[in-house]
């Protein structure tokens, strides 16, 4: 008996390192994989730099043409990307504002986020294969996305359009800054955080690291696909 508490104990301690390394914090670095890598090479590159952050060229599949899941005769569900507030707008209207906001300043700050079905060729990339969270962002220019935390690898695949990815590595002095913070908001309260920025262009696609947090700032009409493990 006294053996099996032992052995218990041991798997305890061994199971608390497990998570401290794995959630332990290093200021990461931005690794640009060459272009014309095959496949297996790209994943190469995705699996051997876990904690830092992966930029990638691949092929988009997804367009305009994709998006014909919203009704254009039914109510849709928008999102306000500075309070999160949600409103329902018909989908041909949404989609006139995707393409040109310049006419309707009241909706300046809405976007459209739907689950989407994970291509194959995307899923050869992830570090997980089961319980995958897939969304499809279609963002009109200037809109931003706040900022968003998960707890394994995200995965953002730009598809159409331009913007910059902004990233804030997990530690414990941007913990404190970003508690609660509305980035694009008071982006004044975040004085004291660390980050890093990718510019995103078409065919762009980024593994960023377990617990970062990340915010996304629209410059032209974007579709923009992500995908994280639902843990």
Known sequence: MKMLK???????????????YYFRYNFPEIVQIPNGLKKRDIKYYFDDNARN???????????????????TKKLILITNDIDNKK?????????????????????????YSGSYPISSNIKYFLDYQYFIKSFLLILPEKTHLELCQH???????????????????YSEENK???????????????QGSSY????????TLVKIP????????IISPSLIFKSYHSM
Request: hydrophobic share 45%.
């Open 6 to 20: 032992i052995v218990v104990s041991l798997l305890i301690i061994y199971f608390l390192i497990c998570i401290k």
């Open 196 to 203: 890093l920025e990718i510019k995103l262009s078409k065919d």
């Open 176 to 190: 404190k800054v970003l508690k609660g913070a509305k980035f694009w908001k008071n982006q004044n309260k975040l």
């Open 87 to 111: 409103i329902k707008m018909p989908g041909d209207v949404f989609l006139q504002l995707y393409h040109d906001n310049s006419q309707q300043e009241e909706f300046h700050n809405y976007y």
């Open 210 to 217: 377990p617990l970062c947090w990340y915010s996304l700032e």
């Open 151 to 169: 707890l394994s690898s995200t995965f953002i695949w730009m598809n159409k359009g331009s913007a910059n990815l902004i990233i804030f590595p």
């Open 53 to 71: 952050i992966v930029v990638s060229k691949y092929p988009s599949t997804i367009t305009d043409d994709n998006i014909t899941f919203i009704d």
